[in-house]
């Protein structure tokens, strides 16, 4: 899990830049709306890397798809490792 949390978290940086992330420590806990005050154009653009990265066996429009505006607007990096590592144990 830590693999992937480094890995969502470097693909996070490439599209928001490194500077933007200088002052906030991301971890788990770290939501997108709140913490890292995300544009919904970031958030795609961190979704396509997902997906060119992990493929389609991690399904994001599916997993985005399931969650209601409240569970969407709180999603977290730990909610995003936590899905990658589930569907990544299910194809394994």
């Known amino acids: 899990m830590n ?4 890995e969502v ?5 490439e599209v928001v830049g490194e500077d933007f992330l ?3 420590e991301v971890g788990p806990e770290t939501s997108f709306s709140d913490d890292l005050a995300l544009e919904s154009i970031e958030f795609v653009a961190l979704v396509d890397r997902l997906r060119a990265h992990y493929g389609d066996r991690v399904d994001f429009p599916a997993f ?11 999603l977290t990096v730990g909610d995003v490792v936590e899905h990658i590592t589930a569907r990544e144990e299910a194809h394994a």
């Open 64 to 74: 985005i798809a399931g969650l209601d505006l409240d569970q969407i607007m709180n």
């Open 3 to 6: 693999d992937v949390m480094s």
């Open 9 to 13: 978290v470097q693909m996070l940086t």
């Open 22 to 24: 200088l002052d906030v």
